[in-house]
């Protein structure tokens, strides 16, 4: 049974097939890439609980972060807006998570052997990490049947 592999290889390549995505990671959330020479934007799978009864389900985060940038000159058109890219940041990365949660319900290799059990969640995320990287955690679970036979 290669579950967790069959499970993460579909997330993986899903992510690097995504427009606004650089660098995928695998990890605990204290493995988040935060060296300067990551190529953002990162999106990081976390695996959380994994529940193995009649259908196995396990929890994933995906980290999908990019680099604010700060702009040294004063905010001039709207102050809304403020002196950085920060919405921008949180736009793209949104659209990240909202196309591969997409891409995965329409994925004949997904589908085929997996399913989203609930609605996915996206939790917003600013000045988590030190070096001002902001963007979107997307909770989901994915269950699958259990291969395993009790004979």
């Not at 396990?58 to 001039?76: G, P, Q, S």
């Not at 988590?128 to 990287?133: A, H, K, P, V």
Request: proline residues 2%; negative net charge.
């Amino acid at each position: 049974m290669n579950h967790v592999y069959e499970v993460l290889d579909i997330i993986k390549d899903e992510l690097r097939n995504t427009i606004g995505c650089n660098t995928v990671s695998f990890g605990l959330l204290s493995e988040v890439d935060l060296d300067k020479t990551t190529i953002f934007p990162l999106a990081h799978i976390i695996m959380g609980q994994a529940r193995p009864t009649q259908v196995v389900e396990f929890d994933f985060t995906i980290i999908l972060a990019d680099i604010v940038d700060e702009n040294k000159e004063e905010a001039k058109d709207d102050e809304f807006y403020g002196n950085n890219n920060l919405q921008d940041v949180l736009n793209t990365q949104f659209e990240v998570g909202n196309r591969v949660i997409s891409r995965l319900r329409r994925s004949q290799k997904f589908r085929g052997s997996y399913e989203l059990v609930s609605d996915p969640t996206m939790d917003v995320m600013i000045d988590r990490f030190s070096n001002l990287l902001a963007g979107w955690e997307l909770n989901f679970t994915v269950g699958l049947k259990n291969g395993i036979s009790i004979c």
